[in-house]
């Protein structure tokens, strides 16, 4: 059973920058792909990026390419997404996620076996 523990969300203003963690209680967590998350208030819940295992492949949603950055540090078993330029519409809360296995990077929410408890994006205008 993997233990997924978001952190780094909070309050910024429009054109600012945050930086989430996703910290993983096992080490196996390096066996597998990553994505992030959102749920804004009223809406179903988005992809917003993935990885792949060793980091090689990424993928975003349109709405963040250019905007936000996926990565990971197995050593830390952590994966982050750097968040810059945002907008008022990227506020929600925002969630980590183990895939089933080490390359899947898409929205599909049952590919993801995993989840964290979220944190809480918010983008003042």
């Known amino acids: 059973q993997v233990q997924l523990v978001e952190s780094g969300g909070g309050l910024v203003q429009a054109g600012g920058s945050l930086r989430l963690s996703c910290a993983a209680s096992?080490?196996?967590?390096?066996?597998?792909?990553a994505g992030w998350f959102r749920r804004a208030p009223g809406k179903e819940r988005e992809f917003v990026a993935g990885?792949?295992?060793?980091?090689?492949?990424?993928n975003y949603v349109d709405s963040v390419k250019g905007r936000f950055t996926i990565s990971r540090d197995n050593a830390k078993n952590t994966v982050y997404l750097q968040m810059n330029s945002l907008k008022p519409e990227d506020t929600a809360v925002y969630y980590c996620?183990?895939?089933?296995?080490?390359?899947?990077?898409?929205?599909?929410?049952?590919?993801?076996?995993?989840w964290g408890q979220g944190t809480q994006v918010t983008v003042s205008s």
């Open positions: 996620a183990a895939a089933s296995g080490p390359y899947y990077v898409g929205p599909r929410v049952n590919e993801y076996n995993y």
């Open positions: 096992e080490r196996t967590f390096s066996n597998y792909a």
């Open positions: 990885i792949t295992w060793n980091g090689g492949n990424t």
